[in-house]
């Protein structure tokens, strides 16, 4: 089964933040409300160079699915 590269998520326990998943190499989850990455996959220093430059781009792209689904909401 092929999934989304991206996934909108909520927590009760945090009722005013919403977090975009990414779901594919290397996963995180992002809290659009103030920016936090958590990045669920253990890296080396060789990874980490090259994650640097990776992230800023899928975080852009994590960020413009934010905005197209809650487009979605206001239409």
């Known amino acids: ?6 996934l ?3 927590h009760s326990q945090f009722p005013d933040t919403v977090y975009v ?4 190499y290397p996963r995180f989850l ?3 409300t103030n920016d936090e990455v958590t990045w669920f996959e253990a890296f080396d ?3 980490i160079d090259e994650l ?14 934010y905005d197209s689904e809650m487009e979605q ?3």
């Open 52 to 65: 640097e430059k990776e992230s800023i781009v899928l975080i852009d792209e994590a960020l413009s699915f």
């Open 45 to 47: 220093q060789e990874d």
């Open 8 to 10: 909108l998520a909520d």
């Open 21 to 24: 998943l990414h779901t594919e």
């Open 30 to 32: 992002l809290n659009v």
């Open 1 to 6: 089964m092929s999934l989304p590269k991206f």
């Open 73 to 75: 909401f206001d239409a």
